[in-house]
């Protein structure tokens, strides 16, 4: 038990414990000759963490007159404790931002969870944030400063409709001293040992039955100039061998996701993408994804396990610099417009949201089948084997 040794003022402070080896707070006190003895359950049974409770609470109350200021004491200190053991993985954000309309929501969701799931870890309570785990999260993104920007607004509102406490400085973007060289495309020799380097993973043998995907993406990617979560999330229904064959590029389903209202597009199917599409249909149904055994995030899609595959391959193995997965569609843009293709054919099949010019938003937007296939033709025809 301690005891502020029975003061004069007739205010005393116990640390007591119930049959069960709870400590409890309990202070004395004398209104109108009556005595009170207001507790608080510190729900702990180690005792020197119930002494430093205790002596928080001591200090709070000390210089409190009444009950009322007591139990209000009481109700603070027990609110601050429930906000220390509450984790941010408990906070239903998307309850949060119901509000929002769809596209905000998702925009908000998705650098929310992409905040989460950079975090070492899950439990992590909402008083425990430093500046670390902000870094961290920054850390991961590979966007532009000005996307970068944008995500820091979305999570610092995030953490406003949690209430939860950050300081507005970790959220600031710092300049870079040295700024990241921006991705470049890949050169017809750097092509070469990429596809000689992953020709293994359709071998047939039984280990890369599992990692076909690292066969496939990098050769699709070369022959149609699509993004990578464009291909990571396609599903059979996506194929379309008809009279003009062409890949459809959409968000049919939950799991899919597109940069903008442009990238919904239809790509026509060249004879090597048909040779290519046509072996990696074998066995499959209707309503399969294409590259089953990429495992979705809710952040991020398809695209987390096979964008650090590649990247580890280039930069690790292979010894290439400024490159990523999306250099294949600065190649294919680059191919394409070396061969006097137009700039907005190239938007059109990019999927770029605009062209610059305004013959390319207004009067050139209804390419016609045979002009984009011609166009994505000129691919298939460069020195290199796509086996």
């Known amino acids: 038990m301690l005891s502020n040794q029975r003061l004069p003022s007739r205010k005393a402070l116990y640390l007591i414990t119930s049959r069960t080896g709870i400590y409890a707070f309990r202070w004395n006190i004398r209104i109108d000759s009556i005595q009170h003895q207001p507790t608080l359950s510190l729900k702990t049974r180690d005792y020197l963490q119930a002494v430093c409770m205790a002596f928080d609470l001591a200090i709070s109350i000390l210089y409190s007159p009444t009950l009322e200021d007591i139990q209000a004491v009481y109700a603070n200190f027990s609110d601050s404790k429930r906000r220390e053991t509450k984790t941010l993985i408990s906070i239903d954000m998307e309850n949060?931002?119901?509000?929002?309309?769809?596209?905000?929501?998702?925009?908000?969701?998705?650098?929310?969870?992409?905040?989460?799931?950079?975090?070492?870890t899950k439990t992590?309570?909402?008083?425990?944030?430093?500046?670390?785990?902000?870094?961290?999260?920054?850390?991961?993104?590979?966007?532009?400063?000005?996307?970068?920007?944008?995500?820091?607004?979305?999570?610092?509102?995030?953490?406003?409709?949690?209430?939860?406490?950050?300081?507005?400085?970790?959220?600031?973007?710092?300049?870079?001293?040295?700024?990241?060289?921006?991705?470049?495309?890949?050169?017809?020799k750097e092509i070469t040992l990429i596809l000689n380097k992953t020709k293994h993973y359709c071998d047939g043998v039984t280990e890369s039955l599992n990692e076909q995907w690292k066969y496939y993406l990098p050769r699709i990617a070369l022959l149609t100039g699509c993004r990578l979560n464009e291909l990571a999330q396609l599903r059979v229904e996506d194929i379309h061998f008809t009279s003009e064959p062409y890949l459809s590029i959409n968000t049919d389903s939950k799991d899919k996701k597109l940069k903008n209202a442009a990238s919904h597009r239809e790509?026509?199917?060249?004879?090597?993408l048909k040779?290519?599409?046509l072996s990696l249909l074998k066995n499959k149904t209707v309503s399969e994804r294409l590259f089953p055994d990429l495992p979705f995030n809710e952040s991020n899609g398809y695209t987390n396990t096979p964008s650090k595959w590649f990247s580890k391959l280039c930069s690790q193995e292979l010894k290439l610099k400024d490159v990523s997965f999306h250099s294949f569609r600065h190649y294919v843009i680059t191919k394409l417009f070396n061969h006097g293709i137009k700039e907005e054919l190239i938007g059109s099949l990019m999927g770029h949201s605009a062209g610059k010019l305004t013959t390319g938003?207004?009067?050139?937007?209804?390419?016609?089948?045979?002009?984009?296939?011609?166009?994505?033709?000129?691919?298939?025809c460069e020195n290199v084997s796509f086996n």
Not at 96 to 120: A, M, P, Q
């Open 96 to 120: 949060l931002l119901s509000e929002l309309s769809i596209k905000s929501r998702k925009e908000y969701l998705s650098c929310w969870n992409s905040f989460l799931d950079s975090l070492s």
């Open 124 to 188: 992590l309570s909402v008083t425990s944030i430093n500046q670390t785990n902000i870094d961290g999260w920054k850390e991961t993104q590979t966007c532009s400063d000005t996307t970068l920007k944008k995500k820091l607004k979305l999570l610092s509102s995030c953490f406003k409709k949690a209430s939860v406490d950050v300081d507005s400085e970790w959220l600031k973007m710092t300049a870079n001293k040295q700024p990241v060289r921006p991705r470049r495309a890949f050169t017809d």
């Open 267 to 272: 790509i026509p199917i060249t004879h090597h």
């Open 275 to 277: 040779e290519l599409l």
């Open 361 to 380: 938003k207004v009067y050139l937007g209804g390419f016609v089948y045979t002009n984009k296939l011609n166009a994505l033709g000129i691919l298939g």
